[in-house]
């Protein structure tokens, strides 16, 4: 794992036409005067407690990860260690992991999806990876196999760990260790089931969730069918990200310890079974996977919606975007949208409402987005406020209400502070917890769960609203391995 350096990134699709998205290797925490005081008494009396009794369970670690290789030539390393080493060591290690991790503040794991068995899907790619949390989704994949550098065997604890877990060492001094990578990745993942999964974050490198990173083609050498993994960390404030321009790694660490709870998702997709083409050209694969996570990834379906900033397109660059062919349904979905004097429609207000539409984010999530794309700088200092225009748009985009009541209905809220622009949090106290709008966005928001891939029959056809759009677009685009 290392931290990201601005030298390692590209446009989801440089083909496509949108502007690039935000640098996805710069980030930064904007703290009200409210959350200063909070983390600093947080961060005086909570994190000190956490952290220390954090690193006591790492270091009781050590002696389950020495236990299961103590004793064993290398011979034996080659191949999947068993029996009682594996019963008792693999379920010590995967215990105090998790109770590591609760010690750090993430209580809960929420998991989506279905893990596939190591025969369906020898190999894992996991995205985005924006922190040294991400290995905490190690956790629901039950300790799959890693591939990491060498240089961190001399590092204590850590060093015994990667030999408990049989990691595949790459050096970046030799160059005849990547190749030597390849070909065990390779064995391993064409062994029938007889090793775990390979776990890779293709990325290679943390950035700040904004855009995925192009994929390195490790993970698809082998050709064989991998599971994508998306991590996401819908906390109202993002204090785990850890890109190459922001809090260095003890104010992460300090901060996310001083958070009373962080909650992680991990989204098992559908298995990614690559055609011949892709299994030729490891390339191809890699970005076309990318592209099949960049889709649903947290941040990215907005990737060619800059936030705060307008970015006008016309039905011929919306059908494209949408990959909807039919003339009708274009015309249709399209006209759910506000056009201005040129008949363009913004291209965040269809980020919003396919966001919507998709359901895999959760409430908070989507309010957070909501607030990305279409909030201001504050022109009197320093962090971004959601003025009246974006305010209308979000409720008319998320619940149909006419923009006039929305204008009212902020001016109103804006009463209460001293400037006519509403801060992250007020805007999520009202989106969640208001006595009308809280049961409005929590309900209107969140129909009852439909597996992916079969068709959602919307109840509601206010103008504008995402169960119009369903209307509309008649049907989003089939992901490959749906």
Same mark, same amino acid.
């Given at each position: 794992?290392?931290?990201?350096?601005?030298?390692?990134?590209?446009?989801?699709?440089?083909?496509?036409?949108?502007?690039?998205?935000?640098?996805?290797?710069?980030?930064?925490?904007?703290?009200?005067?409210?959350?200063?005081?909070?983390?600093?008494?947080?961060?005086?009396?909570?994190?000190?407690?956490?952290?220390?009794?954090?690193?006591?369970?790492?270091?009781?670690?050590?002696?389950?990860?020495?236990?299961? &290789?103590?004793?064993?030539?290398?011979?034996?390393?080659?191949?999947?260690?068993?029996?009682?080493?594996?019963?008792?060591?693999?379920?010590?290690?995967?215990?105090?992991?998790?109770?590591?991790?609760?010690?750090?503040?993430?209580?809960?794991?929420?998991?989506?999806?279905?893990?596939?068995?190591?025969?369906?899907?020898? &190999?894992?790619?996991? %995205?985005?990876?924006?922190?040294?949390?991400?290995?905490?989704?190690?956790?629901?994949?039950?300790?799959?196999?890693?591939?990491?550098?060498?240089?961190?065997?001399?590092?204590?604890?850590?060093?015994?760990?990667?030999?408990?877990?049989?990691?595949?060492? &790459?050096?970046?001094?030799?160059?005849?260790?990547?190749?030597?990578?390849?070909?065990?990745?390779?064995?391993?993942?064409?062994?029938?089931?007889?090793?775990?999964?390979?776990?890779?974050?293709?990325?290679?490198?943390?950035?700040?969730?904004?855009?995925?990173?192009?994929?390195?083609?490790?993970?698809?050498?082998?050709?064989?069918?991998?599971?994508?993994?998306?991590?996401?960390?819908?906390?109202?404030?993002?204090?785990?990200?850890?890109?190459?321009?922001?809090?260095?790694?003890?104010?992460?660490?300090?901060?996310?310890?001083?958070?009373?709870?962080?909650?992680?998702? &991990?989204?098992?997709?559908?298995?990614?079974?690559?055609?011949?083409?892709?299994?030729?050209?490891?390339?191809?694969?890699?970005?076309?996977?990318?592209?099949?996570?960049?889709?649903?990834?947290?941040?990215?379906?907005?990737?060619?919606?800059?936030?705060?900033?307008?970015?006008?397109?016309?039905?011929?660059?919306?059908?494209?975007?949408?990959?909807?062919?039919?003339?009708?349904?274009?015309?249709?979905?399209?006209?759910?949208?506000?056009?201005?004097?040129?008949?363009?429609?913004?291209?965040?207000?269809?980020?919003?409402?396919? %966001?919507?539409?998709?359901?895999?984010?959760?409430?908070?999530?989507?309010?957070?987005?909501?607030?990305?794309?279409? %909030?201001?700088?504050?022109?009197?200092?320093?962090?971004?406020?959601?003025?009246?225009?974006?305010?209308?748009?979000?409720?008319?985009?998320?619940?149909?209400?006419?923009?006039?009541?929305?204008?009212?209905?902020? %001016?109103?809220?804006?009463?209460?502070?001293?400037?006519?622009?509403?801060?992250?949090?007020?805007?999520?106290?009202?989106?969640?917890?208001?006595?009308?709008?809280?049961?409005?966005?929590?309900?209107?928001?969140?129909?009852?769960?439909?597996?992916?891939?079969?068709?959602?029959?919307?109840?509601?056809?206010?103008?504008?609203?995402?169960?119009?759009?369903?209307?509309?677009?008649?049907?989003?685009?089939?992901?490959?391995?749906?």
């Amino acid at each position: 794992m290392s931290r990201g350096s601005p030298g390692g990134w590209a446009p989801l699709d440089p083909t496509s036409g949108p502007p690039a998205p935000p640098n996805p290797f710069v980030h930064e925490l904007h703290l009200s005067r409210l959350q200063r005081v909070k983390f600093c008494l947080l961060g005086a009396l909570l994190a000190p407690i956490r952290v220390l009794l954090a690193f006591i369970v790492l270091f009781l670690l050590w002696p389950f990860a020495w236990l299961q &290789v103590a004793g064993l030539t290398e011979e034996q390393l080659q191949e999947p260690i068993t029996g009682w080493r594996k019963t008792v060591c693999h379920n010590g290690v995967l215990g105090l992991s998790r109770l590591l991790f609760f010690l750090l503040g993430f209580l809960r794991i929420r998991v989506r999806g279905q893990r596939a068995s190591r025969l369906q899907a020898p &190999v894992l790619v996991a %995205a985005p990876h924006s922190t040294f949390f991400d290995p905490i989704v190690l956790l629901p994949c039950d300790l799959p196999k890693v591939v990491s550098r060498a240089e961190n065997l001399s590092v204590p604890v850590i060093g015994a760990l990667l030999r408990f877990n049989q990691a595949i060492l &790459v050096s970046r001094h030799d160059p005849a260790s990547r190749r030597r990578v390849v070909e065990e990745v390779r064995r391993r993942a064409t062994s029938g089931g007889k090793w775990p999964q390979v776990l890779f974050f293709p990325e290679g490198t943390c950035s700040n969730k904004k855009a995925l990173l192009k994929f390195k083609p490790g993970a698809f050498i082998a050709g064989v069918p991998v599971q994508p993994v998306l991590i996401r960390y819908p906390n109202s404030l993002d204090t785990t990200s850890w890109a190459w321009r922001g809090p260095g790694v003890l104010k992460v660490l300090w901060l996310t310890a001083s958070q009373p709870c962080s909650i992680v998702d &991990v989204e098992f997709l559908p298995v990614y079974q690559p055609s011949p083409e892709e299994s030729r050209d490891p390339t191809l694969y890699a970005n076309n996977v990318q592209r099949v996570m960049a889709q649903l990834s947290p941040g990215c379906v907005d990737a060619g919606a800059e936030p705060g900033r307008s970015r006008m397109i016309s039905q011929e660059e919306f059908a494209r975007q949408l990959q909807l062919s039919d003339p009708q349904t274009v015309a249709g979905a399209f006209s759910y949208f506000q056009q201005d004097a040129k008949g363009l429609v913004d291209f965040r207000d269809v980020a919003l409402a396919l %966001a919507a539409l998709d359901g895999g984010r959760s409430l908070e999530e989507l309010i957070r987005l909501a607030f990305e794309l279409f %909030a201001k700088e504050h022109t009197e200092g320093p962090g971004r406020l959601l003025y009246e225009d974006g305010f209308s748009t979000i409720l008319h985009l998320l619940l149909g209400s006419p923009r006039p009541a929305a204008t009212t209905l902020h %001016a109103d809220l804006c009463q209460a502070g001293p400037s006519q622009g509403l801060s992250l949090c007020q805007f999520q106290n009202f989106s969640l917890h208001d006595p009308l709008y809280g049961k409005l966005f929590s309900t209107y928001l969140r129909p009852p769960h439909t597996p992916r891939g079969t068709s959602q029959t919307p109840n509601a056809s206010s103008r504008g609203s995402p169960t119009a759009l369903a209307n509309g677009t008649g049907q989003v685009p089939k992901q490959k391995g749906d």
